[in-house]
């Protein structure tokens, strides 16, 4: 298993930007396919992006489609989220995951690796 840590979260005003970066222990970094899932007061975890091992290949939840961009460096074992123009709706508890399958995983259930998480809150 991977040992995720986040950082980087915050409160930011409606319109504001925030970058979140995840950091991995394991060697076999590179392995894994990771993602980004949130989850609001109240509400279930909800899928926000997900990148594949190489970074070939991402997928966003519509909700912050063209807003927020997932990235990673398997060179330094991170990923990271760029999230701007962000909106109210937006603050949540963030959490990293990844899971060793190929391929990219579009739910909260398709992770088996999580971080602690990172508050990020928009005020309006």
């Known amino acids: 298993q991977v040992q995720l840590v986040e950082s980087g979260g915050g409160l930011v005003q409606t319109g504001g930007s925030l970058r979140l970066s995840c950091a991995a222990s394991?060697?076999?970094?590179?392995?894994?396919?990771m993602g980004w899932i949130r989850q609001a007061p109240g509400k279930e975890r909800e899928f926000v992006a997900a990148?594949?091992?190489?970074?070939?290949?991402?997928s966003y939840a519509d909700s912050v489609k063209g807003r927020f961009t997932i990235s990673r460096d398997n060179a330094k074992n991170t990923v990271d989220l760029q999230m701007n123009s962000l909106k109210p709706e937006d603050t949540a508890v963030y959490y990293c995951?990844?899971?060793?399958?190929?391929?990219?995983?579009?739910?909260?259930?398709?992770?088996?690796?999580w971080g602690q998480g990172t508050q990020v809150t928009v005020s309006s």
């Open positions: 995951a990844g899971r060793t399958n190929a391929g990219l995983a579009l739910r909260p259930a398709d992770f088996t690796s």
């Open positions: 990148i594949t091992r190489v970074g070939h290949i991402t």
């Open positions: 394991s060697r076999t970094f590179n392995y894994y396919t």
